[in-house]
């Protein structure tokens, strides 16, 4: 099990990203010591010289573990023909239930990454790298993070045991069950596609709104609307948009369309979902910021590039989870 291609390569992969950021952790600590933008003096010049190597190796590193992501539904999905009961990446993950937590930490540090990617960028192009310190203990944060990921990964890829009998997304993601994937399943589909297409119709509202007016609130207002699309957009998944690819109405599982079977359509839908999603959260988290003379401008340019992404993003995404519902041969509002 553990010479899988998909495993070894995330076990391999995250191993290497998690020793970089230890080594950047550790220079990182000692710039957290000895950083003072005021002084000319040799030491302060290292560091500051240190601090693009160091940028460097994190932007490679955590490249590397937002692609993991993907790589891991890859392969727990490929991993479901090892195992009896399983037909995709749900009855993988029941394998052992170590999995679920993994799946967590990648999710959690997609963002995670994604916002000390953005740290970095407007850091560097301020004249004073302000954001210097605030990143550096982030950092050490996100270390943190990526130590987990590889102990979740760890736990669950070694304790996979292909003759263990699993069960799949029939009998986890099933109206009659009791846990929340069960609650999810049992939305009624009418009024969860009222909340799913009301929101993000709000969520495009606003974030028009951002792109022509620089008020703070619309920023901040978009960012709590981009988490409550994800959350809406999952639930929406689980709910109506899945039965309406499959064509069935009583199968609810978001990972079946990651499947061959399915043109590998949740590849694209779910980026779309989490890339909307990032760069709608970016331009209320960078507002405090705008307090920072040397910040103002730069965050201003940027807030507009990532309004305009996070627009693109969900428009894509709203496209290909209406594709179905609009052309396909299953109606669940006729069925309900």
Partial sequence: MILHPGILALITGTAVVFVMLLYASAAGIRVLARWDFESSSEEQLSLERQTYLIASIIKY???FELLSGLLFLYTVDDLHKVFVGAMCATGSLNANPIGWYALYA???IFFAASL???LNSLDQKAINFPLVKPKYVALLMLTVLVGLDLFFQLGYFLGLEPEVITS????LFSDNDGSVAGELAGLPPGQTMLIFYGTL???LTVALLCRKHETGILRYLLTLLSGAALFVSLAAMVSFISLYFYELPSHH???DVLQKNYHFIGYPLYISLFGGVLFGLLPGIAQPLKQIESLKEVIRKSEQQWVTLSIIFMLCFLAIASWPILFGNLSLLRTT
Avoid: D, H
């Fill in 61 to 63: 590193a955590l490249g």
């Fill in 106 to 108: 990648k999710i959690i």
């Fill in 116 to 118: 000390w990617i953005m």
């Fill in 168 to 171: 799949c997304c029939g009998s």
């Fill in 201 to 203: 119709a709000l969520f």
């Fill in 253 to 255: 599982c978001p990972f």
